[in-house]
């Protein structure tokens, strides 16, 4: 089939949900406006908003309206919201009335757990007021504590695979600043109260914060915004949040230092001395601000052994696989250091700090980073020191990034960014890599980006250069998205990372969210949109094409299914290696595949999400399924068993690669929990059990205790016990 012919296709199949589809252009209203207020009592933080004096001497503001399911129309249930500030603490409550208290709805009672499907009030706060960045809090009706960084509104690329994680989007959840929530519930609903330490959050002082709150209300899957958001926009979106004023703060002081003790026992089987190896650690962080929006941390002989374990992939095709960082050190204020294409051109990745191509540990000496704002300009300054690993050949090495963006008006920024590793051994030895970057706002409605990279190193090469420019219109239900790619023969950023080498890529998407006009359907959205993206190497030979062409259903009730077809064309210059002892052939192959998703209401205790493809691969065929089922036991137990079936029928030879991952939690509080993940995968016929219990104090910090145990074609590989404590003290108050 044709382009034209499919874009044809797409304009009769958009036409008669047009006629149908309810107006959500929306002339938004005029942003709102909400006054802190300042005061000399402090509230007694026990989420009893309604019997606290210093609250109801506070005149409450709420008016929310529904995104979903009936846009624009008034919130449901009542939400009334106050503000107040000390020299020292932003608060922040909410009375979330609810006609039905005994239907309110808990998933998940973690630290960080999704509150997406749960009864929940989360807001963020813009405390440069620049459009751009922010500080996310939120709750639900058992006082869970989320809180995320979000940059640059949130975008990245829109082509990105969002199980990635980390800081794809803009949007960093592993961020965990240190705050306070409780909650009550009673028959009017349930309430919260927010204390968050100013000392906690980056601003600058004399000026508004743009501020919004969203509410989620499970019994009829509604969703609320209190300054009003067109369809297909999320509370990232800050350019479009309201305003906060009232603000009269002072500079708080910060210095904490949070160290840390570990013990472990060890056990590799492969090694020759095989015996169990006890080792102890001693290290900590120091953090001061030097301004209120200025930052320096300091780390030394950084550990990371309380993060959880990355989830086992298998490569099916002759490219790299991404695996996210979610080790806290690297993560905050992570966007301001990340520059490229999210998930496939990263010009600063932090996973190759302390972490070896074979996934083994480099042991991490110290580091500083300097990152916040002064005015309107974003800077930021990491220096990191890592020892030998004389066993995998690696050296001593510094790595260094320094990095500038300036925001102007109208959400538009001009930046640059140098990238550095350099071995401390070897005077020859060094990478670097040097970008600029910006971004130019059109209005709200769309906006263009891009940048341009070089790369340096002891090894010369030709076309040591990477760019991007894209351009995106998101307004009036529309997603419209454009952009090209292009990575030289002899582009190499050691410090970051390429989804793929050598390559000029354009892509494309078009997606319009279609509201019914009537307000009793049953149906919330349909979704159809139309991708496309394609790989030519320098020689003028395409080595990918990818045509998608789709519709998600999405009921109100929660019920999703996409509908899609998929023409690939995969051009093949050398025979590689797909499985053992399998050679696909050079050559071009193209191919069409079918690709449907089912998914049921995540906020239910049983749920599940099922997705298949069918179709050609590489002169054979392919199928794809994978499913997963989540249970739940009250807000205490969760559990989510996924399965990966690939099935391979290629004329060089059949195989399959399957993944088994086991996921289970149990909370005793929101801040008490034990966690294992375990996982199979058949290729390298491969068990790994990880097991984690977590008491956690303030940001993050506590105790941990870790077990780890592989075994591979049945024999023991390695395991590991470790019990680490870390702990947050404030000396300046």
């Not at 004023?245 to 002081?253: F, K, V």
């Not at 020191?385 to 001009?414: M, Q, S, Y």
């Not at 034990?674 to 910090?701: H, S």
């Amino acid at each position: 089939m044709k382009l034209s012919e499919l874009i044809v296709l797409s304009s009769t199949f958009l036409l008669p949900f047009l006629t149908t589809a309810q107006d959500t252009t929306t002339n938004l209203k005029e942003r709102p406006t909400a006054t802190a207020i300042s005061i000399t009592e402090e509230p007694l933080l026990d989420g009893d908003v309604l019997n606290d004096a210093v609250w109801q001497q506070i005149k409450p503001f709420g008016n929310l309206s529904q995104i979903q399911p009936n846009f624009g129309q008034p919130a449901s249930e009542r939400t009334d919201i106050r503000i107040a500030y000390t020299a020292s603490t932003f608060y922040v409550s909410v009375v979330c009335y609810d006609s039905q208290p005994d239907k309110l709805v808990v998933s998940d009672a973690r630290r960080d757990a999704d509150l997406k499907n749960t009864d929940a009030f989360i807001f963020i706060l813009d405390t440069y007021k620049d459009n751009q960045n922010g500080f996310v809090f939120g709750t639900n009706s058992i006082g869970v504590e989320f809180d995320a960084q979000v940059d640059n509104e949130g975008q990245g690329n829109f082509n990105a695979n969002r199980q990635q994680g980390g800081t794809i989007g803009g949007f960093n959840i592993n961020w965990d600043g240190s705050w306070e929530v409780k909650t009550q519930v009673g028959d009017f609903g349930w309430s919260a109260e927010f204390a968050i330490p100013l000392r906690t959050i980056r601003f600058q002082a004399g000026k508004d914060w743009g501020i919004n709150f969203r509410r989620n209300i499970r019994k009829n899957n509604e969703i609320d915004y209190w300054a009003e958001l067109p369809v297909g926009f999320l509370l990232k979106r800050l350019s479009l949040a309201g305003t906060l004023t009232g603000l009269d703060l002072r500079t708080p002081g910060n210095l904490k230092v949070i160290p840390y003790v570990l013990g472990q026992l060890s056990k590799d089987f492969e090694a020759v001395d095989s015996d169990v190896r006890f080792d102890s650690e001693v290290g900590g962080d120091v953090k001061y601000s030097i301004t209120p929006s200025l930052t320096l941390d300091l780390t030394y002989n950084t550990d990371f052994a309380q993060v959880e374990v990355d989830q086992q992939q298998v490569n099916l095709d002759r490219f790299n696989l991404f695996f996210p960082e979610k080790r806290p050190f690297f993560l905050e204020n992570a966007g301001l250091f990340s520059v490229g294409s999210p998930g496939e051109v990263d010009l600063f990745f932090s996973r190759r700090i302390g972490i070896g191509e074979e996934g083994n540990v480099v042991p991490i000496i110290g580091g500083a980073r300097v990152s916040g704002k002064v005015n309107r300009t974003n800077i930021g300054l990491l220096s990191m020191f890592t020892e030998d690993v004389a066993d995998a050949n690696i050296e001593k090495n510094n790595f260094t990034v320094a990095r500038v963006n300036h925001e102007f008006k109208g959400r538009t920024a001009l930046g640059a960014v140098l990238i550095n590793r350099e071995g401390l051994e070897t005077s020859d030895d060094f990478n670097r890599t040097i970008a600029v970057d910006g971004k130019l706002g059109l209005g709200r409605k769309a906006r263009m980006s891009g940048f341009f990279a070089k790369s340096a190193g002891t090894v010369d090469a030709k076309n040591e250069h990477a760019l991007k420019f894209q351009t995106a219109y998101l307004w009036n239900n529309w997603e419209i998205m454009g952009a090209y790619t292009e990575v030289g023969e002899g582009f190499n950023p050691e410090v970051g990372f390429l989804l793929r080498s050598s390559f000029k890529k354009p892509e494309g998407r078009i997606l319009y969210h279609l509201r019914p006009k009537n307000k009793d359907a049953k149906i919330l959205e349909h979704r159809p949109h139309i991708s496309y993206r394609g790989y030519w190497n320098f020689d003028g030979f395409q080595e990918t094409g990818f045509l998608h062409v789709d519709n998600h259903w999405e009921w109100k009730s929660g019920l999703e299914i996409h509908t899609g077809i998929n023409f690939t064309t995969e051009g093949v210059v050398d025979p590689f290696e797909i499985s053992e002892d399998i050679f696909v052939p050079s050559g071009v192959y193209k191919h069409a595949e079918g690709q449907l998703v089912f998914t049921t209401n995540m906020s239910k205790p049983i749920s599940f999400n099922l997705r298949s493809v069918a179709g050609g691969s590489f002169g054979g065929s392919r199928y794809l399924n994978s499913g997963t089922l989540r249970f739940r036991q009250g807000d205490r137990f969760n559990t989510a068993f996924t399965y990966m079936y690939n099935r391979f029928n290629l004329p060089v030879g059949d195989f399959t690669a399957n993944v088994f991952i086991s996921q289970l939690s149990y909370s005793f509080k929101p801040n008490v929990y034990i966690q294992g993940l375990v996982q199979n995968n058949t290729v390298d016929n491969l068990w790994a059990v990880n097991l984690r219990f977590g008491w956690l104090q303030r940001a993050n910090t506590g105790l941990f205790v870790v077990y780890s145990h592989n075994l591979q074609d049945g024999s023991p590989l390695n395991n590991s016990f470790i019990v680490k404590y870390t702990r947050m003290f404030d000396l300046v108050k």
